[in-house]
C-alpha cells in the first residue's frame, strides 16, 4: 500500500487525533474495531493532531495577544506533534507522572511509554468503549436549526444568527482567553460587537468549524445526529493546518465549500485512491511531503 510506503520513508505524516480514538474503540465489531485501531497506531508512528479544543484556545488567545500590541502568540503551539498525550490536552486528565527522585531523562522516558502502550491497550482492547453521556449539544442544534428555518429571513441574516449562536456556544472559551491576554472588560465588550465576526474567520480551526456551522445550518431541514460533533471539530482542526484531508461523503461538501469560502486552499477528498494519487503528485514537487487529516472510516478503507 502506497500510504503504508510513504509513512514509512517518512513522506507524509498521517496524525491519529481523539476522534479516531473515540470513534474506533466504541465500535461493536471486534475484528473490524481491531483492524482499523490497528491501522491507526501503525500508520500514525506516534504523530497525533493536537486537542481541537486547545487549538481553539491557542487560536483566541492569539487574538487578544495581537490586539494588545505584543505581536505573536506565546502560546503558539504544533498542531501535529509527536508530544505525549497531545490528543487530550485539554481535557482536564491527570495524566501519569514518574516518581520525583527520578531524574528527568528517566521520568521523560517513562511517563511517554506509559502514555504510548495505554493508548495502544485502549485502541486494541477486546471490548468496547461506551460512547459517553449525551451532552446536549445535538438537541440544542437541532432546535437551534428548525428555529431558523421557520425564519423568514435572507442568508446574509440567518449567518448572524449562527454566528451568535456559535459565540455563546464558546463563550467560556473565549472570556477565558481574553481574560488570560489581559483584555478589560470595556475592550472585550467591543471586540464582540465590532471584531469578532471578522477576526473569528481569519483563524484557521475556529474559522472553519464555524463555516461548517454556517453550511450546515442554513440547510434548510438538516438532521442532526451525535457523530456530527466529532466530525465537525476534528475535520475542521485537521483542514486548517493539514496539506490534505479525507473525509465521510456527507461532510466533504460542507467542509468543501467551508475551505472555499475562507479562500484556503486544503484539498478534501472523498476516495482515499483520489487522495493517493493527488499526494504522490504533491511528492513530486520540491517540498515532498504531507500532513494528512483523515477519519475513522477513510483510515479503515486504506
Known sequence: MKLAEWVGRGKIIIPASAGHFHETTKRFDHEKRYRLGLTILQLSLGWQMLDPLQVWRNELHEIFHCRSGEGG????QGVFTLASNAIYASRGMDSFRAPPDWSPESAFQLETLTAVTAAIDVMLDAERNEPGPDTGWVAANQRF??????QDWDAQQKRRAVNAFLLADL???I???AHAAGVNVGEFQQWILKHAAKEIGQLPAVGLYREMHYGRHLNKGIKWV??????????SCAAGYADFVVCERHMCAFLTQGIRRLKGATPVFRRLSDAVAAIEAALES?????????SPDEHEAG
Do not use: F
Request: aromatic share 6%; proline share 6%; no cysteine.
Open 145 to 150: 436549526s428548525d428555529w431558523l428555518d421557520s
Open 73 to 76: 502568540s506565546v502560546r503558539s
Open 286 to 294: 520540491p517540498r515532498g511531503t504531507a500532513q494528512s487529516g483523515a
Open 171 to 173: 463563550r467560556r472559551e
Open 226 to 235: 451525535p457523530n456530527d460533533l466529532t466530525d465537525m471539530v476534528y475535520l
Open 175 to 177: 472570556a477565558e482567553q
